[in-house]
T-cell receptor, first 114, second 115 residues
Framework: AQKVTQAQTEISVVEKEDVTLDCVYE???????LFWYKQPPSGELVFLIR??????QNEISGRYSWNFQKSTSSFNFTITASQVVDSAVYFC???????????FGDGTTLTVKP | DAGVTQSPTHLIKTRGQQVTLRCSPK?????VSWYQQALGQGPQFIFQ???????QRGNFPDRFSGHQFPNYSSELNVNALLLGDSALYLC??????????????FGPGTRLTVL
């Protein structure tokens, strides 16, 4: 069965600090998809990134970067020079290629203080 | 371009009642997925509709049912409500189904409270 673990329940940083959110996943499939979503206080989930299991290339988008390592089953998310507007709950999710059902972690609440 | 819309925003019901939640997908999308998000937890997949049929289902009892209409909008029905059904219900739309698993766009959710 697939599983996503976000061990960090809450993280608090001061503005301009770098912060890394951890995500560890479990799956038996060789084909799967990993996602990160942001959920601000308004409640609407915002898509950040999708990564396929056969593409381990790391990605950078502005202040955001993602480190996908199949060897450790991890898909970590780093925010560089954090800002107050980054405060939200961040979710990591997994979809197995054959099952099609998505599994979310329990989220990490990030608070960025001015 | 309208995003995913859901109605109502909030709903209060009592145990044993039935509820219907509605979702209109983003323009151009044909697939709708429903999720239940309890307080302090991640969303849990309920089911997905494509071409007016349920394509995938999570670990939810038969009290949870759905429907997709020809215009791709969808309804989630929950019968015999329990206190534990209190949660934020999220609808997500995407284009197509299968292994491409395109980006899902989420609606703002319906907050259901069961008393």
């Amino acid at each position: 069965a697939q599983k996503v673990t976000q061990a960090q329940t809450e993280i608090s940083v001061v503005e301009k600090e770098d912060v890394t959110l951890d995500c560890v996943y479990e799956t038996r499939d060789t084909t799967y998809y990993l996602f990160w979503y942001k959920q601000p206080p308004s409640g609407e989930l915002v898509f950040l990134i999708r990564r396929n299991s056969f593409d381990e290339q790391n990605e950078i988008s502005g202040r955001y970067s993602w480190n996908f390592q199949k060897s450790t089953s991890s898909f970590n998310f780093t925010i560089t020079a954090s800002q107050v507007v980054d405060s939200a709950v961040y979710f990591c999710a997994l979809i197995e290629g054959n099952a099609g059902k998505s599994t979310f972690g329990d989220g990490t609440t990030l608070t960025v203080k001015p | 371009d309208a995003g995913v819309t859901q109605s109502p925003t909030h709903l209060i019901k009592t145990r044993g009642q039935q509820v219907t939640l509605r979702c209109s997908p983003k323009s151009g999308h044909d697939t709708v997925s429903w999720y239940q998000q309890a307080l302090g937890q991640g969303p849990q997949f309920i089911f997905q509709y494509y071409e007016e049929e349920e394509r995938q289902r999570g670990n939810f009892p038969d009290r949870f049912s759905g429907h997709q209409f020809p215009n791709y909008s969808s309804e989630l029905n929950v019968n015999a409500l329990l206190l534990g059904d209190s949660a934020l219900y999220l609808c997500a739309s995407s284009l197509g189904t299968g292994v491409s698993y395109n980006e899902q766009f989420f609606g703002p959710g319906t907050r259901l409270t069961v008393l």
